[in-house]
C-alpha cells in the first residue's frame, strides 16, 4: 500500500466497503465488526481538531497582533460567507424549480425512517436565533466549550488569547514557542492518523451500503442525483468563477485537495480533513492568521453544500405533497435559510435540523423528511466535499481581498504538485 498515495489508498478502501456492503446486505454483523473500526478513526480525528484549531490560531493571531486588522478580516469573512451561502440557496432553489424532482414520487413506495432524535435536537434549538448565535460565541467556561468542542467559542477564546500574547511583547514568547510546538506536533498526529484512513473508509461505506441497500435508492434516485448534479455545478461554476476571480483555477485547488475530498466524501465529515486543508491552504500562500481563522469559522458559517440541499430538499418535499410554492413563499424559504442555517450550527445532524426548523414556517409537513431521511447519507456525502471546497477557497479568497496571498508561494506549491502528478 505504500506505493499507492493517499487518494488511491482511499478509493481503495471505498471500492472495497461498498463491495462489502452489498455483497452482505442487510446483514447486522457488518455493522457490530465494522462500525467500531469507523468509529475509532472518526474519534481519532475529532481528538486532535480542537488542539490544532487552538495552536496555530494563536500563533497566527499572536503573529497579527492588530485588534483592527483582525477586526476587519473577521467582517470581510463573515459577509462573503453570507453572500455564498445565498447564492447555494439560490442555487437549491432554481434546481428543484426546474427539475422538480418531487413531482410524480410515489410515496407508497416509500419507507419512512425515525426522525425522532432530529426532531428533539430541534425542539431544544429552535429558539436560538442568530442574535443568540453570536451571545453564545462568548463562553461562559473555555474548558466547557473545549470539552464540547464548541468550534465559535474555541476561536473566539484563541483570537483573545493570541491577541493577548501578543499585547505583553517578549514574556508572551515562551507562550508563543510552546503553542507553535503543539501545533507541529499535533500535525504530524494528523500525518500520523491518515495512514488509518484507508481503514476508515472502507468501515463506514461497507456499513452505510449494507443499511441503506438499492431497494431505498430507486424511488429518490431523481433526487440523489439531481443533489450531486447542483453539487458540482455549484463547484464548477459558481466556486469556480470565485477561484477564477482570486487568481486560482478551481481544478488547482481540487487537485491540492484531492486526498481531502475523497476522505470527505466517504466519511460524511469535515472534521476529518479540517487539519490538513488549514495546512495545504498554508503552503498555498494564505497566511496562517487567515487560514486557521477562515477556516474553522466557515464550518459553521459558510455550508455552502448543506444550505444548497436544504432548498432542494424543502421544494422537493412540497413537490411531493402536490404543495404549491410561488415565489414568495420561495423567498421566504431562502430568508429563513438565511438564519436558522445560522442560529444551530455545529448541531449534530445540522443539515436535517435546519430544515426541521425551517419547514414549518413556510407549511411544508415535516413528516417529509422521513421518506428522506434513508438515503440522507449519500447525499450529505456530496454536501461535505462542497463544505470543504467552500472554506478552503474562503481563506484564498480573504488572503487575496486583504493583499496577504503569497503568489510566489503559491506558484512553488502548484508547481509541486503538477511534478507529482506527472
Known amino acids: 500500500m505504500k506505493r499507492f498515495g493517499l487518494a488511491i489508498q482511499i478509493l481503495i478502501g471505498l471500492i472495497l ?23 475509532i478513526f472518526l474519534r481519532l480525528i475529532k481528538m ?11 500563533v497566527g493571531v499572536a503573529g497579527v497582533g ?22 447555494a440557496i439560490v442555487v437549491g432553489l432554481l434546481a428543484a424549480n426546474l427539475f422538480q424532482p418531487g413531482v410524480g414520487v410515489d410515496m407508497t413506495n416509500l419507507q419512512k425512517t425515525d426522525i425522532h432524535s432530529y426532531v428533539e435536537t430541534a425542539e431544544t434549538t429552535q429558539s436560538h436565533g442568530f442574535v443568540e448565535t453570536f451571545v453564545n460565541i462568548v463562553p461562559k467556561n473555555v474548558f466547557d466549550a473545549i470539552v464540547r468542542g464548541d468550534m465559535l467559542a474555541i476561536i473566539f477564546f484563541s483570537v483573545l488569547f ?6 505583553v511583547g517578549e514574556r508572551g514568547r515562551p507562550v508563543l514557542n510552546f503553542f507553535q510546538g503543539v501545533a507541529d506536533a499535533m500535525f504530524w498526529v494528523v500525518n500520523t492518523i491518515m ?55 478551481i481544478t488547482q485547488l481540487l487537485r491540492i485537495l484531492k ?57 422537493f418535499i412540497a413537490q411531493m405533497y402536490g404543495i404549491d410554492m410561488p415565489i414568495s413563499a420561495q423567498i421566504t424559504l431562502m430568508l429563513v435559510l438565511m438564519v436558522t442555517s445560522k442560529g444551530i450550527a455545529g448541531v449534530p445532524g445540522v443539515s436535517f435540523v435546519v430544515l426541521l426548523a425551517t419547514l414549518g414556517s413556510v407549511g411544508i409537513p415535516l413528516d417529509g423528511l422521513a421518506f428522506i431521511a434513508g438515503v440522507d447519507r449519500l447525499m450529505d456525502m456530496a454536501r461535505t466535499v462542497v463544505n470543504v471546497v467552500g472554506n478552503s477557497l474562503a481563506a484564498v479568497v480573504i488572503s487575496r481581498w486583504e493583499g496577504q496571498f503569497d503568489s510566489e508561494k503559491a506558484k512553488k506549491y502548484l508547481g509541486e504538485i503538477s511534478s507529482k502528478a506527472a
Open 259 to 315: 486526498d481531502e475530498l475523497l476522505l470527505a466524501y466517504s466519511t460524511s465529515s469535515s472534521e476529518t480533513v479540517l487539519p490538513r486543508i488549514m495546512e495545504k491552504m498554508e503552503r498555498l500562500g494564505c497566511p496562517k492568521a487567515i487560514a486557521s481563522f477562515v477556516i474553522p469559522t466557515g464550518y459553521s458559517f459558510n455550508l455552502d453544500g448543506s444550505t444548497l440541499y436544504q432548498a432542494l430538499a424543502a421544494l
Open 195 to 249: 495512514k488509518f484512513a484507508p481503514f476508515g473508509v472502507f468501515a463506514l461505506i461497507g456499513v452505510t451500503v449494507s443499511k441503506f441497500g438499492l431497494e431505498s435508492l430507486v424511488p429518490l434516485g431523481k433526487l440523489v442525483i439531481l443533489v450531486h448534479v447542483a453539487m458540482i455545478f455549484f463547484i464548477f461554476v459558481v466556486l469556480g468563477i470565485i477561484a477564477r476571480m482570486s487568481g486560482i483555477r
Open 48 to 58: 486532535i481538531v480542537v488542539p490544532i484549531v487552538i495552536s496555530t490560531l494563536i
Open 17 to 39: 466497503g461498498i463491495l462489502v456492503g452489498a455483497l452482505f446486505y442487510g446483514n447486522p454483523a457488518v455493522s457490530t465488526y465494522l462500525q467500531p473500526i469507523g468509529d
Open 66 to 87: 492588530d485588534f483592527k486588522k483582525l477586526g476587519k478580516i473577521g467582517g470581510k469573512t463573515i459577509l462573503y460567507f453570507e453572500i455564498v451561502t445565498t447564492i
Open 162 to 167: 493570541g491577541l493577548g500574547v501578543a499585547a
